[in-house]
């Protein structure tokens, strides 16, 4: 948990880089795009620098990727955010065992108002997707009736609260649902909610006594799948909002989690920036079926003045 002093550092290098990136944005659009590739060695930290870009059109941006396995067949769930209705749906595209695209990407879910951060999980033999939905102030779970394509609301998990990321994962018996939620002075960017239940099917979630386990802009944010460590534990993605939303992405190991104790460390720090200079903010990874997924920002010209973007 970050002290009063390390908070106010940081809000201030935030409301510095907000000053700096008005004049650096000038005429041009923020454009989130995928990274996808071979998982060389999923023990180890990602290397972004090794992966492929997947770029969107020029009318929005892609992000927040997930990777799911079908019948030998891998593909990439995401945010996709036209810039015309400035609001995200749900996407789909296929990709090869390299990463590579296999067609064009085709809607899957949207909703009248903005959905992102598409987490994916099978449970009992049903896949499950639980998509970002901040705006409604509800955590809902999505039923897979028919592969990629179609999906339909299956219950609402936690109801009225603004929760962003929702992330599910099973420790000791027990089912996690981690997120990064807006409470009092608490905001979204900086902070880590847990809740547990003994199902993800459940809608009684408890929610951890410690919440929010962490707060800080450095480290709070969720930024995609939570993967087993090879020995027991587990890693959690997090996102580096100091500089701007998105700046960095953090791998942070859980050391415990309890229904009463949590506690992590931070093992691998990387800006996007420091991975490639034209990248101005890399926030999200996921790893599975020997693939790994990630996404970075880059600025794109603003069509001029009448043009649709």
């Not at 999505?142 to 592969?147: A, I, L, Q, S, T």
């Not at 709070?220 to 027991?232: K, L, M, P, Q, V």
């Amino acid at each position: 948990m970050a002290t009063w002093l390390e908070h106010f550092r940081q809000n201030r290098a935030r409301r510095a880089g907000r000053k700096a990136d008005k004049k650096e944005e000038a005429g041009f659009l923020q454009q989130w795009f995928l990274l996808c590739g071979p998982d060389a060695d999923p023990a180890a930290p990602p290397s972004p620098e090794s992966l492929m870009p997947l770029y969107p059109p020029a009318d929005r941006f892609w992000a927040d990727p997930f990777l799911w396995e079908e019948q030998g067949c891998y593909y990439i769930f995401f945010e996709d955010f036209p810039y015309a209705t400035w609001r995200g749906l749900i996407s789909v595209i296929e990709v090869d065992a390299q990463g590579r695209a296999i067609g064009p990407a085709a809607p899957v879910i949207e909703e009248p108002y903005h959905l992102s951060y598409p987490f994916l999980f099978r449970h009992d033999g049903q896949l499950y997707m639980v998509p970002e939905k901040t705006e409604v102030k509800r955590v809902d779970l999505y039923r897979c009736v028919e592969f990629p394509h179609r999906w339909e609301i299956d219950r609402t998990l936690i109801n009225d609260l603004k929760m962003a990321d929702s992330t599910l994962f099973e420790h000791e018996g027990r089912w996690w649902l981690f997120g990064s939620a807006k409470t009092g002075r608490t905001r979204i960017n900086e902070s880590l909610f847990a809740f547990h239940a003994d199902s993800p099917l459940s809608t009684d979630w408890t929610p951890h006594p410690g919440n929010p386990l962490v707060r800080s802009l450095a480290n709070g944010r969720c930024a995609g799948t939570i993967t087993s460590d090879g020995r027991g534990g587990w890693l959690r993605p997090s996102q580096d909002c100091v500089r701007r939303y998105g700046h960095g992405l953090n791998i942070n190991r859980i050391l415990t989690l309890t229904p009463t104790a949590y506690r992590e460390e931070t093992v691998w720090h990387r800006s996007g920036p420091e991975v490639n200079p034209e990248w101005r903010a890399m926030h999200h990874v996921d790893r599975k079926h020997g693939l790994v997924v990630m996404d970075a920002q880059r600025l794109i010209p603003r069509p001029p003045a009448g043009e649709p973007a």
